[in-house]
């Protein structure tokens, strides 16, 4: 056979054929991102756009006529409907822990072939994070390790223990939000820079771990107490779901209708270290994208250039240092920002100026998800069909899906690019809107609030302009053409 | 009855936008209607990578088009093109071909795995190249 060319029709004969691979060539294949980066031009027509529309924000506040802030949010009273949804949502998510535990367990090594990692890093990370944004936050209805708890805790006191499961220790106030900010970081850590994180032992061993972990420090503390300040999931969803439209009623049987966004600017946040931890979520969006780019790769050759011993073959090292290094450059940033705030209005202190504001980074952030992430979750979230059929990669069919194979074509190039300039657009016009209507309510007159949010748009700005270049920029990369003949 | 015929009439504004909108559903039209004719476009690879090679190989096609990949190499292994599922074995001195029509636009991984799975690093080495759908 001089000439061979074979299609695989179905998943179970392609992977038969590739089985026999070692399991460490396939990691990658999972992970694998097919975006072309988006060209030069919407580059330049989303920069303008943004930088255009934050003159006109700014040009419409002056007028002041967009002071007048509307109310607040609508309660909308559903009864027992949320109480039983709440419940029929926590014995999904338990289920799907445990199904994620057995699944990388005693499942197939093979990442694509087993439920696991597809459900963590695809369908929960990337696909909760949206459906947060965008609807509200279900993570509070979702957690499982909340339910396990609050579970064990009911079922302690039905058994006539007074405080059920909790040590009733107090956590300590000098170590404030800090944990979480260190979780998130590790977080990405793991998800960016750990190429054995889709691993599904690994995977199955890090979540055994984390419920370890979780669930003593609310057995320590409490469960408010641990959400509040170590409980990086709860605190990461908490934030995003403060964008969407839909919000916690004042009891457990409302919800809050608001104008999306509005949530951001309801209340500052509570310290420093919740600052640091919006920014961490900033940095480590970006920072996926960012790791691709010229830029830092410039950075690790001259690094080692300058330090040979800091190459290691995984990239730990250099990976770990550059995550740092954008988080706390984004950060001194940040606190930059507000400092400059704090001298131009004259009447409060920076940090207070930095807790104000720091939530209205936070459409910036949800938009450079959907741009970077929505075509990934379309194109491999698709993978989730099949495998709710076979989770353990046994070759079962228990729902009958798993001849399906994700379509790579189901959403276009073109598609993706212009979805991803519109929504990182907005997402910066978003936030400079509610910077201002937040300046507005702080200041009161409205030449105050717009030179108040001069440094803080300056620096929106900037943030923008990063995560349209970390989309469009390995366009400029390097690479030898190959020659069609 | 003048009130009524007023409403009907577009204002000037959205005659403004109409020009544009036609434009475009006129432009959108003629682009897919010249581009109908898929082309072929035909790549020579070699295992393993000859020097000149360098960095990585980016093969540059359009949507549409009809692409043949020929490989030839001087050790056993395999060609895996994951994201179209595409794979072929490759023996020494033979020359192997894999055709396809590049359906999905994107940036996709051919690899090579070198027969005898002692490619441990694998995990970390560069494709062997790199293709690239772009829409048209």
């Known amino acids: ?485 | 009855m003048k009130n009524r015929r007023r409403t009907i009439e577009p204002p000037p504004r959205v005659r403004v936008l109409l020009f544009p909108l036609l434009a475009s559903v006129l432009y959108c039209f003629l682009a897919t209607a010249v581009a109908a004719e898929p082309s072929v476009k035909t790549f020579e690879l070699t295992i393993p990578r000859a020097a000149a090679d360098a960095q990585t190989r980016v093969l540059r096609v359009e949507k549409g088009d009809l692409v043949q990949l020929r490989f030839r190499s001087e050790a056993a292994g395999e060609i895996h093109f994951h994201a179209y599922r595409l794979d072929t074995k490759v023996a020494p001195g033979i020359s192997v071909e894999l055709s396809f029509k590049a359906r999905a636009t994107g940036r996709f991984r051919i690899e090579w795995h070198p027969a005898g799975g002692a490619e441990r690093k694998g995990h970390h080495a560069s494709p062997l190249a790199t293709l690239e759908v772009r829409p048209k």
């Not at chain 1, 920072?287 to 050759?301: I, Y």
């Not at chain 1, 990239?315 to 001298?343: D, E, H, K, P, R």
């Open chain 1, 1 to 485: 056979m001089t000439r061979g060319s074979r299609r695989c029709r179905s998943g179970q004969i392609w992977a038969a054929a590739c089985w026999s691979l070692p399991s460490p060539a396939w990691a990658h294949a999972f992970g694998e991102r097919y975006d072309l980066p988006v060209p030069l031009g919407y580059f330049v027509v989303g920069a303008a756009v943004a930088v255009a529309l934050s003159f006109v924000v700014a040009a419409l506040f002056m007028r002041g006529d967009s002071g007048k802030l509307r109310r607040e949010g609508s309660v909308v009273a559903l009864g027992p409907v949320l109480p039983a949804l709440r419940i029929a949502f926590q014995i999904v998510s338990v289920t799907l822990l445990c199904t994620v535990v057995v699944a990388g367990l005693f499942g197939t090594l093979n990442p694509e072939m087993n439920l696991a990692p597809v459900l963590v890093w695809i369908i929960w990370w990337v696909g909760l994070s949206f459906v947060v944004a965008c609807i509200g936050n279900v993570w509070r209805a979702l957690d499982p390790w909340r339910a396990l708890f609050e579970g064990m805790d009911a079922a302690a006191r039905r058994v006539g223990l007074a405080n059920g499961v909790t040590l009733g220790f107090t956590y300590p106030a000098s170590l404030g939000a800090w944990p979480a900010v260190f979780l998130l970081l590790l977080f990405v850590w793991i998800e960016v820079l750990y190429p054995h994180a889709v691993m599904p032992s690994r995977l199955a061993a890090m979540t055994l771990a984390w419920s370890a972990v979780t669930l003593l420090g609310m057995v320590c503390f409490g469960g408010a107490a641990w959400r509040r300040n170590a409980d990086v999931f709860s605190l990461y969803f908490s934030a995003l779901g403060r964008f969407a439209a839909i919000g916690a009623g004042p009891d457990a049987r409302s919800l809050v209708l608001r104008a999306p966004g509005s949530g951001l600017i309801a209340s500052p946040v509570e310290s420093l270290a919740m600052v640091a931890f919006v920014i961490a979520m900033l940095a480590t969006v970006l920072f996926d994208g960012l790791l691709g780019t010229q830029a830092l790769l410039l950075f690790r050759h001259a690094a080692i250039g300058w330090l040979p011993q800091l190459a290691d073959d995984r990239g730990y090292f250099l990976g770990t240092a550059s995550l740092i290094a954008v988080w706390l450059s984004f950060l001194g940033a940040y606190l930059l920002s507000s400092f400059a705030t704090a001298q131009l209005v004259r009447d409060r202190p920076a940090g207070a100026i930095a807790r104000l504001f720091a939530l209205t980074l936070v459409p910036i952030a949800i938009a450079y998800t959907v741009a970077h992430y929505f075509s990934y979750l379309v194109v491999h979230g698709q993978l989730i069909i099949p495998l709710i059929s076979d989770p353990l990669g046994r070759g079962w069919d228990l729902f009958g899906t798993i001849q399906f194979y994700p379509d790579i074509g189901i959403i276009s190039a073109r598609v993706t690019w212009h979805l991803a300039i519109v929504s990182i657009v907005v997402g910066h016009v978003i936030s400079i809107w509610l910077a201002h209507r937040l300046a507005l309510r702080e200041f009161h007159a409205p030449r105050q609030a717009v030179l108040a949010s001069v440094p803080l748009t300056v620096l929106m700005v900037i943030f923008t302009v990063i995560s349209l270049l970390v989309m469009a920029e390995p366009l400029v990369q390097f690479g030898t053409p190959g020659t069609p003949s």
